[in-house]
């Protein structure tokens, strides 16, 4: 309730001058696992057909030196932002909603309902099995096969092919938060 309140009032700001469609947001620890090095090499085979598209990660961890050495490598510095470790809600909400898409490349969970409370569509694969309840193949979001750079970059390659359907799945990600998945309808299947 309270993402979704604070979503709403900074909708009501003027942030649209900021917003991208083609850019994609990544909130999580910078470990491994949770698979950034992928998401930059699909950033790298986007930019030919789309070359606004951009990333903002949003965490800090064991693997931000070496992730930042792949993006220099690749010489895509210019179209990378590291926002290190966001934990105010507020701030939180003005980057999803200045993003087009959340990508979650490797494993997770919470962050996927941050991101639906704030109007993103999502793509992710396997993450921590909450993604089966909250991620719906086409309405909210898209699934790439564990681990595949080509399957991602398609995922990402059609949303931003047809930003309307980004507009659209993020809306639909919304409705999910507000009415299938919230803590009233969690409690009550919890106590049943």
Known sequence: DELLAISEKLKQEE???????????????????????????????LKPEFPKAELLIIGTGPEEEQLKKQIKNKN??????????????EEL???????????????????????????????????????????REGYNGLYFKNGSLESLTEKIGYLFANLDTIKEMGLNSERIIKEDINLDTVASKFRE
């Open 15 to 45: 942030i649209g001058n900021t917003y991208n469609p083609f850019r994609i947001i990544h909130v999580g620890r910078l470990v491994k696992w949770k698979r950034a090095d992928l998401l930059i090499d699909a950033l790298v085979r």
């Open 76 to 89: 895509i510095e210019d179209s990378v932002r590291f926002a290190g470790a966001i934990y105010k809600p």
């Open 93 to 135: 909400a003005r980057q999803h909603i200045i993003s087009g898409i959340y990508v979650l490349a490797g494993m997770g969970g919470l962050s996927i309902n941050e991101a639906m409370a704030f109007g993103k569509p999502v793509i992710c694969s396997v993450c921590d099995g909450t993604e089966k309840s909250l991620v």
